[in-house]
């Protein structure tokens, strides 16, 4: 029985006519004032010309048997439910597919663009926050059932790659060519740049002609800088593996080089672009959003041409409903001038969410090339691992168990937080056993599966709910479908991870103050079904998190 369809019909009860779909059943701030709680009979009281407590006294006359309905202050409904409906819910949820997460996104289609970093550069820590956020995102909308085409929309093209084809050629040993790596090309970028910015005139015009060669089609070119896409392609895959991240496409910015001059050509036959100082502009500042340049003077599209080409060219292939950006927060103009110009260009069935994100620092200090701290994700990771085997090895635990613990924790440290704050990433709160951590996650969800090992088969029996303890726990338990909703909704893995966390604290004060295997057969039994529904919801929502569960620890 939903709860908020009865408290519904308890409002259409005390006043036939009126329309109640907006009344909301949510979970109580405090236990003192009942399970849950609804304040909508404050709201309708004008409505029906009653001061708000009659309004909520009539309804609570409509109630009925099954909740207890106390009427509070001006006009607050504290409802209680009963244990006989909780272990009713508590049955349905354990029923359920996918621990009750509702299908609410079946048929609908969404894009995500995430990750997204830039050819011929190492990943290191900054890019750890896209990569994670936008894969829990994914992973979100996917079990809501949408079907999510994960694009990456690598940087892999533009001005650097005249400047690493000629730093190929000439600033690296016939070995490094041969056994080209991301981290050679790094190399041979930061040489060659650095010579064509300080001192040869030469050598910056060699790279300039570089990249007209490239652009231009040349074969050699062309070739190379298809390599250095595919070697790039394959380290970040290698992280991906270790992220357990997967792309359905990966589709850089080069994928819309053809479609740009047809971009600019509808954005002026519409009245958009305009020419000045030789670029062609569109002029946003009626909305307050500056100018953004859709063609350089020099002829060159940039990045807003190119966002453009790609929106256009993901509704015409997939019609999705929305397209979903996770990048960091100083993006944010540019996604609010290239949405504006997209809406204006005809884009309205498609929906385009920006989901900003704020910096991340390590220790306490700023990432930057001058810290000295521009740590490679590669490295953070070994560290991880490292600093996971330690913990885990006086109990027998392998590489594979510190990699899930380490990355685990990686992951855990950046979703915990709104994603649109700034963040420290500090290994000893992150590797923390207690506290709000992904290993204290892990381990509640190890101690419950060998818990139910020891506990070894468990005969046919039903919820029962009789202590606080159990029910808190059960009506946390209840509330997990809605932290998926919730989260998806505002594009906030954190609000799982709140809600994990929150549910994994309540299990442990339940399990402290209530005897399991030692208690008689029906009560061992009845919370024996609790704990193991606390673990498989916990595993579920670790799982859209992007972390493993193993079972043993
Ligand atoms: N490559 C960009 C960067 O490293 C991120 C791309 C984000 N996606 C997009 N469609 N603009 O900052």
Request: charged share 25%; with cysteine; net charge negative.
């Amino acid at each position: 029985m939903d709860l908020t369809q009865l408290v519904r019909s308890a409002f259409t009860a005390a006043f036939p006519g009126e329309d109640f779909s907006q009344v909301k059943v949510v979970p109580a701030t405090d236990p003192k004032f009942g399970d849950y709680q609804c304040n909508d009979a404050l709201k309708v009281a004008k409505k029906v010309g009653l001061k708000p407590r009659d309004a909520a006294l009539k309804v609570a006359e409509h109630i009925g048997e099954a909740l207890k309905v106390e009427v509070a202050g001006p006009g607050f409904l504290n409802l209680t439910v009963s244990p006989d409906w909780l272990a009713g819910e508590l049955d349905s949820l354990a029923a359920a597919p996918s621990c009750g997460i509702p299908q609410k996104g079946k048929g609908r289609r969404v894009v995500m663009d995430y990750s997204s970093p830039n050819a011929a550069k190492q990943m290191h820590i900054g890019h750890i926050r896209s990569t994670v956020i936008g894969n829990a995102i994914d992973r979100i909308f996917r079990s809501l059932g949408y079907e999510v085409i994960a694009d990456n929309h690598l940087g892999d093209w533009g001005t650097q790659f005249g400047i690493l084809i000629k730093g190929y050629r000439e600033c690296l040993t016939q070995d490094e060519r041969d056994n080209l790596t991301v981290a050679n090309l790094e190399k041979c970028y930061v040489l060659s740049a650095a010579k064509a910015k300080d001192v040869d005139e030469t050598w910056k015009n060699a790279c300039r002609e570089e990249l007209v060669k490239l652009q231009q089609g040349d074969p050699d070119n062309l070739a190379l800088w298809r390599r250095f896409v595919q070697i790039s392609i394959g380290e970040f895959e290698r992280m991906y593996l270790k992220l357990g991240v997967k792309f359905d496409t990966y589709r850089g910015e080069s994928y819309y080089n053809a479609m740009m001059p047809g971009v600019v050509a509808r954005l002026i036959e519409i009245g958009l672009a305009k020419e000045s100082d030789g670029a062609l502009i569109v002029d946003l500042s009626d909305e307050k959003l500056g100018v953004a340049i859709v063609r350089k003077s020099d002829g060159g599209y940039n990045y807003t041409t190119s966002d453009l080409a790609c929106v256009g060219n993901r509704v015409t292939e997939y019609a999705p409903e929305r397209i979903i950006y996770v990048t960091d927060d100083r993006q944010q103009l540019h996604f609010k001038q290239f949405f504006s110009i997209a809406k204006k260009m005809g884009y309205t069935d498609v929906k385009l969410v920006h989901v900003p994100f704020g910096l991340m620092s390590y220790q306490g200090k700023a990432i930057s090339t001058r810290e000295g701290n521009l740590i490679r994700l590669e490295e953070l990771l070994a560290e991880a691992k490292r600093r996971s085997l330690e913990i885990v090895k006086d109990r027998g635990g392998d590489e594979a168990l510190a990699e899930a613990i380490g990355y685990g924790a990686v992951k855990y440290a950046d979703l915990s937080h709104d994603p649109a704050t700034a963040i420290d990433f500090d290994w000893d709160k992150a590797l923390a056993l207690e506290g709000n951590s992904g290993p204290y996650l892990q381990y509640a969800y190890a101690r419950v599966c060998s818990l139910l090992e020891k506990a070894g088969e468990v005969g046919e029996c039903d919820f029962a709910i009789s202590t606080q303890h159990e029910k808190r726990l059960a009506l946390q338990l209840l509330e997990f479908p809605g932290a998926v909703v919730r989260a998806a909704e505002a594009y906030k893995p954190s609000i799982l991870a709140d809600y994990l966390f929150q549910t994994a604290q309540l299990y442990s004060s339940f399990y402290q103050n209530s005897p399991i295997l030692k208690s008689e057969e029906s009560v061992r039994n009845a919370r024996l079904r609790l704990c193991a529904l606390f673990g498989e919801i916990l595993k579920t929502g670790l799982s859209l998190l992007g972390i493993e569960t193993p079972r043993h620890i």
